[in-house]
């Protein structure tokens, strides 16, 4: 089961962190993924992290502004966002993947079993 939290209205230039935090005993091993979705849009790739942490890859709208990066010890993957843009704004959801998947595999939808609510982020202009 995950839990996503830490969204919320910024303005532009801003920052949040988004928070997912995930119950079960093997949940550290899993590989995990941000996705968002924008009114009238389709679900997109956000940023993945592999389960060990050391292996990380973003979507180019956020790169350079978002990180990925998780706790095994608490079991809950960030999502560090800075200078936010008006176009940010969408429900972010945390994904979960059980499989030893290649980073870039990591980047699309159907490659995560287990999703999060989703959080919402409101960024101002």
């Known amino acids: 089961q995950l839990q996503a939290s830490g969204g919320g209205l910024v303005q532009t230039g801003g920052s949040l962190r988004l928070s997912c935090a995930a119950s079960g005993r093997t949940s550290s091993t899993y590989n995990m993924g941000w996705f968002r979705q924008a009114p009238g849009k389709e679900r997109e790739f956000v940023a993945a992290?592999?389960?060990?942490?050391?292996?990380?890859y973003y979507a180019d709208s956020v790169k350079g502004r978002f990180t990925i990066s998780r706790d095994n010890a608490l079991n809950t993957v960030y999502l560090q966002m800075n200078n936010l843009k008006p176009e940010d704004t969408a429900v972010y959801y945390c994904?979960?993947?059980?499989?030893?998947?290649?980073?870039?595999?990591?980047?699309?939808?159907?490659?995560?079993?287990?999703w999060g609510q989703g959080t919402l982020v409101t960024v101002s202009s």
């Open positions: 992290i592999k389960w060990s942490g050391t292996c990380t």
């Open positions: 994904a979960a993947s059980s499989r030893l998947w290649n980073i870039v595999v990591l980047a699309t939808a159907p490659a995560y079993e287990y």
